[in-house]
């Protein structure tokens, strides 16, 4: 295999391990795709673990336990071994290290629902997944570092390892509304349509991943940050750093190849929306380069469509 793709997951809430949704299904045939694919291992950054000052560390628990996933039946994950990948994780580590983080090994690390939920859901047979190794966020947030983070993963998909970011491409809890999930555990209602400023940052972020590759789409990720609805669509900056990480992954020259798409999409609790995305695709070695076209900017097509008016 030449290169492997790279995902960003919006886990969204806990419910997303048990309730039947087109994202849920879209991570079994992500999954799917990685097993066919004989992916060497998967590295993947969640967002409930980061860590403080300038530090980075990465999970080298040889049995790591999960925490507990509420509002879901505890049967969906008791039982799902994690596969943790020591060797790969001490690899990670050097490299990091190499390109001036202060990166170390966490050996008591337990797996958190923003990582094995979406695992369960790519890899139900336990015994299938392949290893993984997880990478802590850095607590000050800072998007340039999360993105030279994922940069400096992007060599192992040229092994066969799969990059996996999973946070929330809209993921404000404090404006989401819970009233159904603690009665019924019941997230997917929508019983009202989602706030203005929440519906234009979810275009945004879409128009950012299918209209951008490459280094720009590092970029166009980063700015969005400063779009005027960010705050809106993100409380706190912790489950976008994973975006960033994916972005960093598949930002370089060579993805200007690959289209970004959005490949499915949940929406729980009003606000929260779970966008899933995949940058890239798997390429197999000797394969021709197709002819792509090249990215649709905005402006451009604005310019061409002045164009055709004016003519
Ligand atoms: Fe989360």
């Not at 380069?289 to 090249?294: A, G």
């Not at 905005?298 to 055709?308: D, L």
Request: charged share 25%; with cysteine; aromatic share 10%.
């Amino acid at each position: 295999m030449e290169l492997t793709p790279v995902h960003f997951f919006s886990h969204g809430s806990t419910r997303m391990l048990e309730a039947e949704t087109e994202s849920g299904d879209y991570w079994t045939k992500c999954g799917e795709e990685a097993l066919a694919h004989n992916v060497k291992g998967v590295v993947i950054m969640g967002a409930h673990w980061a860590c403080l000052n300038d530090k980075i560390e990465v999970a080298t628990n040889p049995k790591p336990l999960k925490s507990a996933c509420p509002f879901v039946n505890p049967a969906l994950y008791k039982d799902w071994v994690p596969n943790p990948d020591l060797k790969t994780a001490e690899r990670c580590i050097s490299m990091l290290n190499a390109e001036g983080f202060k990166a170390s090994a966490n050996p008591n690390f337990d797996w958190i629902h923003d990582t094995f939920m979406v695992l369960i859901r790519m890899f139900p047979d336990f015994k299938k997944c392949p290893p993984v190794t997880i990478i802590s966020m850095n607590a000050r947030y800072d998007p340039y570092y999360h993105i030279k983070v994922g940069a400096v993963m992007r060599p192992l998909r040229k092994e066969g390892y799969l990059i996996v970011g999973t946070g929330g491409a809209i993921h404000n809890l404090y404006r989401n509304r819970w009233t159904e999930m603690l009665l019924y555990r019941e997230s997917l209602g929508q019983e009202t349509p989602p706030e203005d400023g929440i519906m234009n940052f979810r275009q945004a972020v879409e128009d950012v991943v299918s209209k951008n590759r490459g280094p720009a789409l590092r970029k166009a990720m980063i700015r969005l940050m400063q779009h005027p609805k960010y705050r809106e669509a993100q409380a706190t900056d912790d489950h976008w750093m994973p975006a960033l990480f994916a972005a960093g992954a598949a930002g370089d020259w060579e993805d200007e190849k690959y289209s970004n798409v959005l490949g499915a999409e949940t929406w729980e609790l009003t606000n929260m929306c779970n966008s899933q995305f995949t940058f890239g695709r798997y390429v197999e070695k000797g394969e021709k380069e197709r002819h792509l076209s090249k990215p649709t900017l905005g402006m451009e097509n604005m310019t061409s469509r002045i164009g055709m008016v004016s003519a």
